[in-house]
């Protein structure tokens, strides 16, 4: 949650600010700001309500000349969306950005007001920047120092980048809670919460750890531990490719995400299926074949999306692998005293990897006798990578469009390959590891076909554009599906969109059915084909309105639309069925007009509890 970038460089500033603030748009975007000092060394703040073109126009009206500068994209947390919320806040000479959550902010605030600061905003940014201004006009320290020991006085995540008029050759950058990246240039150097800021300008990468201080000027770099000793960290080159940030030829990154599944899946395949019916992650230790061989039951704990790929993942780990599997919501499984079951493997789903409550659940297990913890995430350089035992990656490539989509079916692929590769460590029965691995192979050209199936799928968007509720139905491993399918409306659409199991729709949501409330059903061909097929008659005999997503034929019901697929194999359903639900949610944000790669009131990843 929250952008920033910084940089003290050799070019003009504004411009670079502008520029990479706004690929941070995905972190929050209700208000944005920059400062820079300028070459007669003043100030110059520009801070806007609303998104990152609001500050680009404001920006542009101005002529800024200067080489330091900070900026800022905000996601609310403390005061409501305004001018005076936004970042950069400002106490005299100190200028500070911050991503985070300070939660002894009004006993700071209260202190400081004593001391005789003025608060102008909300914020508990602001706390910072008094604090650091009370701090170093006590003692003289350096700026290092006073970062240092304001910091011991904050409960809660505080990475940010300040800025000090008095001393405009340098930024300093701490870490805590989310990421900050120093990228480095040829005599300049730039400061980012993720690289996507900074592939136009650099592919050289520092990544700061937990608890890191950096010293960033334009030559310079020194990085001190959270025990303030001096550190090397490594610098990496990134292989992502600038012109992977852009939409190319759709409309929205989000388009261009479900239409990119077919190669993001093959690339999370690519060099990982074996012989037939061996399944091979390079990136995993060989101690964790060790841990798998061991495990008798599985933990899923993730949020959103991640947690509805989890919910499927349980299906395929007790179905295929007869590993009991429980599935938890990553915020309600921190917050309860919870019983470990024997020799169980504690597994974090996430595309991020900086989720502030799967991170939080990761740790909360490490004190709980897990046998171990695996994270499956889309982001190498993620927190959650760093802290676990063992990681895998999905290898989507970069997801921008806030709703996930490829991160997800490539999440399902991952799992379905991780199902296939513990069957085989256990050698319990090879045929369903081998069944396994070769529809895997199927999967991208399964995907490409329903993609061709667009124009069915927009049609129905537009008759259902209008509509303000919704329910989506499943049974089995489809029930996850519908709750992806409504979490992808609701979030791009802004139509009440509820999930459930099929065959709960009589103990209360029948109560709902009429022809304004439309019902999605997924209803593949599988063993529970007949099961659906009754509810779908319950549903027609109430007259309500059905759209039914299925690669079968049914009789004939009023209101009843059979929305024809093309045949899939059962092993891989989900992961295909959850396609023309994302491009359904798509077209109908499409039709209605909505933002829908930065839905209202969300941000891509959630940095804070
Ligand atoms: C889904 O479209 C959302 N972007 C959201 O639910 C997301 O899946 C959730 O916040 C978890 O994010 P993560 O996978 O990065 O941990």
Request: overall charge positive; some cysteine; glycine content about 4%.
């Amino acid at each position: 949650m929250c952008g920033i970038v910084a940089a003290v460089t050799q070019r003009n500033i504004a411009d670079f600010l502008i520029d990479s603030i706004k690929k941070l748009e995905y972190r929050g975007y209700d208000s944005s700001g920059l400062a820079v000092i300028d070459n007669k060394n003043n100030i110059i703040r520009i801070r806007c309500v609303g998104k990152v073109n609001e500050l680009i126009k404001k920006t542009n009206k101005k002529k800024i000349l200067g080489n330091i500068g900070v900026a800022h994209t905000r996601w609310a947390t403390h005061g409501k969306v305004s001018k005076e919320n936004t970042h950069p806040h400002i106490s005299s000479n100190i200028i500070v950005v911050h991503n985070g959550i300070i939660e002894n902010n009004s006993v700071l605030r209260l202190f400081l007001q004593k001391k005789g600061y003025i608060f102008s905003s909300d914020t508990d940014t602001e706390v910072i920047a008094h604090l650091l201004h009370w701090e170093q006009n006590k003692k003289k320290d350096s700026l290092k120092k006073v970062i240092q020991n304001s910091i011991k006085q904050l409960d809660g995540n505080y990475s940010m980048v300040v800025m000090d008029k008095n001393n405009p050759s340098k930024l300093i950058a701490a870490r805590s809670g989310s990421p900050l990246i120093i990228g480095l240039g040829i005599e300049e150097n730039f400061i980012a919460s993720d690289q996507i800021a900074l592939l136009h300008v650099t592919k050289r990468f520092i990544y700061l750890e937990e608890g890191d201080i950096a010293i960033v000027k334009k030559k310079e770099i020194n990085i001190f531990n959270k025990d303030n000793f001096f550190i090397k960290r490594k610098e990496i080159i990134s292989n992502t490719e600038y012109k992977s940030v852009k939409k190319g030829k759709y409309r929205h990154y989000m388009e261009k995400e479900i239409y990119e599944q077919p190669t993001s899946i093959l690339n999370t395949l690519k060099n990982r299926l074996k012989n037939k019916n061996k399944v091979y992650f390079s990136e995993l230790a060989l101690e964790a074949n060790d841990v798998f061989y061991n495990t008798e039951n599985i933990q899923i704990v993730a949020c959103g999306t991640s947690y509805n790929a989890a919910m499927v993942a349980k299906h395929w780990f007790e179905s295929l692998a007869n590993i009991p599997c429980d599935v938890e919501i990553a915020s309600e499984f921190s917050s309860r005293k919870l019983t470990v079951r024997k020799k169980s493997l504690l597994i974090t789903l996430s595309q991020s990897g900086e989720t502030a409550d799967t991170l939080l659940a990761l740790r909360y297990s490490k004190k709980l006798g897990y046998l171990g913890n695996l994270t499956i995430c889309n982001m190498e350089s993620s927190s959650l990578v760093k802290e676990s035992d063992f990681y895998i990656l999905t290898k989507a490539g970069l997801e921008i469009g806030v709703a996930s989509t490829k991160s997800f079916t490539t999440q399902l692929t991952v799992l379905l390959m991780l199902v296939a590769k513990i069957i085989n460590l256990k050698k319990e029965n090879n045929n369903i590891s081998q069944k396994i691995v070769q529809t895997l192979n199927l999967l991208p050209m399964r995907i490409e076909k329903i993609l061709k199936k667009n124009y069915i799928i927009k049609s129905v968007a537009n008759i259902l554009a209008n509509k303000k509720n919704m329910l989506y139905l499943g049974r089995g491993n489809q029930y996850p599906i519908a709750m992806e399918g409504a979490l992808k409306l609701k979030e791009i659409a802004y139509i009440h969109a509820e999930a459930y199991p099929s065959g709960e729709l009589k103990h209360g949501p029948l109560a709902l059915i009429d022809k304004n409330i439309p019902v999605i059903m997924i209803a593949p061909k599988n063993s529970l084909l007949e099961k659906n097929k009754k509810n779908i008659k319950e549903i027609c005999s109430r007259g309500g309105l059905i759209y039914v997503f299925s690669d079968q034929e049914f009789d004939h019901e009023d209101n009843m639309n059979v929305i024809k697929l093309p045949y899939v194999e059962e092993l891989i359903a989900p992961i295909f069925y959850i396609i023309p639900l994302q491009l359904l949610a798509y077209y109908i944000a499409l039709k209605k007009g909505k933002e829908i790669d930065q839905p209202r009131h969300l941000a891509k990843s959630v940095t804070v509890e």
